[in-house]
Nanobody
Framework: HVQLVESGGGSVQAGGSLRLSCVASRDTDSSVSGSVCMGWFRQAPGKEREAVASIYVRGGMVYYADSVKGRFTISQDNAKNTVYLQMNSLKPEDTAMYYC?????????????????WGQGTQVTVS
């Protein structure tokens, strides 16, 4: 069982920055939690949830949606059981509820069905 709690959301002006954090109830490393991949997804009202970024817990390899490449950075601190999403140069189109997720296998595909555990979300609003 893995429990994920997001924080760091808020309201900012276009061009601003935010850093989201996701704390797991235990180490997200597959040897401890069974999680191989940690990811960030977002969902705007009336739209389906989409992948933003993901990271392999052991190797640290990262993947990004084309819409956020060059602006967002996903990282992790295994000692703190925490995954971060640094968001720079925010645009109104980035407005959404952001969710942290943990998966047991695939990471590079960034598909919702590859993730087994989800946080409650943190709202990001860009105007």
């Amino acid at each position: 069982h893995v429990q994920l709690v997001e924080s760091g959301g808020g309201s900012v002006q276009a061009g601003g920055s935010l850093r989201l954090s996701c704390v797991a109830s235990r180490d997200t490393d597959s040897s401890v939690s069974g999680s191989v991949c940690m990811g960030w997804f977002r969902q705007a009202p009336g739209k389906e949830r989409e992948a933003v970024a993901s990271i392999y817990v052991r190797g640290g390899m990262v993947y990004y949606a084309d819409s956020v490449k060059g602006r967002f950075t996903i990282s992790q601190d295994n000692a703190k059981n925490t995954v971060y999403l640094q968001m720079n140069s925010l645009k109104p189109e980035d407005t959404a509820m952001y969710y942290c997720a943990a998966g047991r296998s695939w990471c590079s595909r960034m598909r919702r069905t590859d993730f087994d555990y989800w946080g409650q979300g943190t709202q990001v609003t860009v105007s």
